[in-house]
């Protein structure tokens, strides 16, 4: 078993544990994302704890080597930490009860590119420069993301034909996450995307095709939202080469 560092972080302007050492990592929602992220960590070589609203997942993450639990442990000053549940509705309320302690050596936040700009505030507010968002685009894999939406309803959500899909695969992801994790300084935010981003229109024509569905319809009318796609940063610290570089894999992934 891996050795924990002695050391003691009481806020975010104290020394830091060694970040190369391996630590023990607790991670905030085990699903999709966060159990390949428990998975990886135990691969090699560091303990992890899934924190599950059920016990739906349990078996799936013992067989990763994650110990899952749905209590909340006591967090160590040593302890990487990766909040990971669905959505502000859960983070806002699980960000507000952690600020209560202090930060523990490094907690990265799965966010979404939608930025909640207040559950951002209040996280960074908590964590000090030892905290980390990752503001991730729509996240796909075999069953998993649009491409699977789309072939149960029939046909897409309407909205605008020039709408950039940021998209990023659930194995890409982890990596990204992981890597913000290890880093020894990371920056504050990632765009945790992977360019380039099909329009609507390109995305969906091509998924319906593959599909064997209906032409898509799209509204003009809808909002067209800008999409930050600047991953340059992402690729520098995090993430250089993505695994999953083509948007039309996600198009079929069904």
């Known amino acids: 078993m891996a050795m924990v560092p002695n050391c003691i972080a009481h806020s975010p302007h104290e020394p830091r544990c060694d970040r190369h050492a391996i630590m023990r990592l607790v991670i905030w929602g ?15 070589g560091g303990s992890a704890i899934g924190i599950t609203a059920s016990t739906r997942r349990h078996g799936l993450l013992e067989s990763y080597g994650v ?32 600020s209560q302690t202090s930060p523990p ?10 930025v909640n700009a207040i ?3 209040r996280f960074l507010e908590w964590t000090g420069d030892r905290g980390t968002i ?22 897409p959500p309407l909205g605008h034909p020039d709408q950039l899909l940021a998209l990023i695969h659930y194995d890409d992801a982890a990596s990204v996450a992981l890597a913000a994790l290890r880093h020894p300084t990371p920056a504050r ?10 329009t609507r229109r390109h995305f969906y024509e091509f998924a319906c095709a593959k599909l064997g569905l209906e032409e898509p319809k799209f509204d ?17 610290d995090l993430l250089a080469r993505p695994a999953f570089p083509d948007w039309r894999a996600a198009a079929v992934a069904v």
């Open 134 to 155: 990752l503001r991730f685009g729509g996240l796909w894999c075999e069953g998993r993301g649009p491409a699977s939406a789309l072939l149960r309803r029939g046909a």
């Open 189 to 198: 935010r990632y765009q945790a995307i992977t360019p380039p981003c099909p």
């Open 105 to 114: 050596e490094r907690v990265v936040l799965s966010g979404s590119i939608r």
């Open 220 to 236: 003009s009318n809808r909002p067209c939202r800008e999409t930050d796609d600047d991953v340059t940063a992402l690729r520098t």
């Open 67 to 98: 110990v899952p639990t749905v209590t909340t442990p006591q967090l160590q000053p040593s302890d990487q930490v990766l909040l990971a549940t669905p959505g502000s509705k859960t983070l806002m309320p699980l960000v507000d009860q952690l």
């Open 30 to 44: 085990c699903g999709t994302l966060g159990a390949r992220v428990g998975r990886a960590w135990v691969q090699q």
């Open 119 to 121: 559950l951002e505030q």
